[in-house]
């Protein structure tokens, strides 16, 4: 079972930068795929980006992409969030997520979940 644990998170003002990080527990977090997700008040759990257990393949939903960027480091068990030109849009609890397998959009699909860490921009 791999455990994780978010940090990285802040206050910023809109159009900076944050780069979260995800540290995993566990043998098996090679052989997971990663995904970040985020919950703003009122709102429900929304798929921001996922990451292939290789690195090889990332994915984005539309409102982040060309903004953030996944990536992981095996060695390190290890994923991370950059995320550039930050919007008042983007204010929310994000949270690290891990599956064995193929990434997903889907949170119910994630068996592994960080506690999450809060992102504010500030207008």
């Known amino acids: 079972q791999v455990q994780l644990v978010e940090s990285g998170g802040g206050l910023v003002q809109a159009g900076g930068s944050l780069r979260l990080s995800c540290a995993a527990s566990g043998r098996t977090f090679s052989n997971y795929a990663m995904g970040w997700f985020r919950q703003a008040p009122g709102k429900e759990r929304e798929f921001v980006a996922a990451i292939s257990w290789s690195a090889g393949n990332t994915y984005y939903a539309n409102s982040v992409k060309g903004r953030f960027t996944i990536s992981r480091d095996n060695a390190k068990n290890t994923v991370y969030l950059q995320m550039n030109s930050l919007k008042p849009e983007d204010t929310a609890v994000y949270y690290c997520?891990?599956?064995?397998?193929?990434?997903?959009?889907?949170?119910?699909?994630?068996?592994?979940w960080g506690q999450g860490t809060q992102v504010t921009v500030s207008s």
């Open positions: 997520a891990g599956k064995p397998g193929y990434h997903s959009d889907y949170a119910g699909a994630y068996r592994a």
